[in-house]
């Protein structure tokens, strides 16, 4: 079984749209969560961490359930610069491993 | 403030040649990871360094693969012999290593290799 588990996509929104993405981790201990931005033949980057009581950051909400092992990243208005792959990550609980979910891919378009 | 710098960016090979991809981890980070990229599996850990010493290399295919880190500035990994199979994007990260949850990675450019 995968450590991180992803929708692969892809999502075709219209600008404005709000879109959600969900991803589950196997590992009940592990300790910290983010979610990474890639563009096509780029680099990850990072877009957030994901805190256990929910964080936001503009248009852009993460939400952490433990007990389901899931983790939500939420778009609201959509831009067409957020068009991307979008990472899923878990750190295991040596604080040293990441684990990459295999991306959702999100296509906005006018 | 330079970040994570790998080289070279494209590398193209026949199969049978070695190959070694390079990278300077962010000054002052504890951890250099290098991570495999392809659209079948995704991105891979392949092994990682703590203070220049190989922690977990459990993510290595196989001999054919080999790292090394011989300073706190300086990673290589290498195959040899390479496959076309080894046709990849290769990136290189680095990190703090704090054990607190706002840990992050930071990605070099990548290596994209063709194996023909």
């Known amino acids: 079984r995968k450590e991180v588990e992803q929708d692969p996509g892809p999502f075709n929104v219209p600008e404005g749209a709000t879109v959600a993405f969900n991803c589950t981790y196997s590992?009940?201990?592990?300790?910290?969560f983010f979610w990474y931005r890639q563009d096509c033949r780029k680099e990850p980057k990072l877009l957030m961490s994901v805190y256990s009581s929910g964080n936001e950051d503009g248009r852009f909400t993460a939400q952490l359930n433990r007990a389901s092992q899931y983790i939500s990243l939420l778009i609201r208005d959509s831009k067409l610069s957020d068009s991307a792959t979008y990472l899923c990550?878990?750190?295991?609980?040596?604080?040293?491993?990441?684990?990459f979910g295999s991306g959702t891919k999100l296509n906005v378009k006018p | 403030d330079a970040g994570v710098i790998q080289s070279p960016r494209h590398e193209v090979t026949e199969m049978g040649q070695e190959v070694t991809l390079r990278c300077k981890p962010i000054?002052?980070?504890?951890?250099l990871f290098w991570y495999r990229q392809t659209m079948m599996r995704g991105l891979e850990l392949l092994i990682y360094f703590n203070n220049n010493v190989p922690i977990d290399d459990s993510g290595m295919p196989e001999d054919r693969f080999s790292a090394k880190m011989p300073n706190a500035s300086f990673s290589t990994l290498k195959i040899q012999p390479s496959e076309p199979r080894d046709s990849a994007v290769y990136f290189c990260?680095?990190?703090?290593?704090?054990?607190?949850?706002?840990?992050?990675?930071?990605f070099g450019s990548g290596t994209q290799l063709s194996v023909l």
């Open positions: 000054s002052g980070h504890d951890y």
């Open positions: 990550v878990v750190k295991g609980n040596n604080f040293n491993k990441f684990y």
């Open positions: 990260a680095s990190s703090l290593g704090q054990r607190t949850t706002k840990e992050k990675l930071f």
């Open positions: 590992n009940s201990a592990s300790q910290s």
